[in-house]
């Protein structure tokens, strides 16, 4: 059984980062998101560009899916979603709200939390493609420089939502933490 399922194309740069990882791994074509053939992961990672439609398909399935991604992390798995690359977007296929307002930039990382979630990026200055607004049952775990969110994670089930607007791939570290943290379960 794979760890972890990216939703979206193969691509070498993800492969090699989830080599590293020493994570058991699967990329998942968004229109088969939802197919009762697919096996059970612990993490699902939503990369950037999720949103718009000059980078991915995606959107559409997580929409059609918005139940399945709920009972996923009822179950306990771990839903990793990065920067939709939109000017706004309200994360209305996931089951706590949540907001993304576009703003690409460098800016350093204020620490919020010491959640363990935090090791997702390592350094302390990233690229950003904008910020999130968090609503009830979101805790915020990394500020921007001018004290937005740009990580958060929220608490549904047994699951959990970490969402970023980082515009840099997680680390090897995070992607281990989300892996041994979540539970098996069907998306």
């Known amino acids: ?10 691509t070498f740069l993800f492969e ?3 080599e590293e990882a020493g ?3 699967t990329f998942v074509k968004p229109e088969v998101l939802g197919s009762p ?8 990672v939503i990369p950037t560009g999720f949103a718009n439609p000059q980078y991915s398909k995606t959107l559409p399935a997580l929409k059609a899916c918005k139940s399945k991604i709920a009972e996923f992390l009822k179950r306990g798995g771990i839903v990793t979603v990065f920067g939709p690359l939109v000017p706004e977007h309200e994360y209305d296929w996931l089951p706590l709200p949540l907001k993304y307002v576009g ?3 460098s800016t350093d990382l204020v620490p919020a ?3 363990p979630c935090s090791c997702l990026f390592g350094a302390k200055t990233a690229e950003c493609d904008g910020y999130l607004v968090p609503g009830e049952g979101f805790e915020t775990i990394l500020k921007d420089a001018i004290g937005r969110a740009v990580l958060a994670v929220g608490r549904y089930g047994r699951g959990k939502i970490v969402a970023t607007t980082i515009h840099e791939f997680p680390s090897a570290e995070y992607l281990c ?4 943290e979540g539970e098996p379960a069907k998306i």
């Open 16 to 18: 090699k980062l989830l």
């Open 37 to 44: 053939f697919l096996p059970r992961f612990r993490m699902v």
């Open 23 to 25: 994570r058991e791994h």
């Open 103 to 105: 703003d690409y930039g």
């Open 177 to 180: 933490w989300g892996a041994g």
């Open 1 to 10: 059984m794979p760890d972890i399922a990216i939703i979206g194309e193969k």
């Open 113 to 115: 939390s010491d959640h």
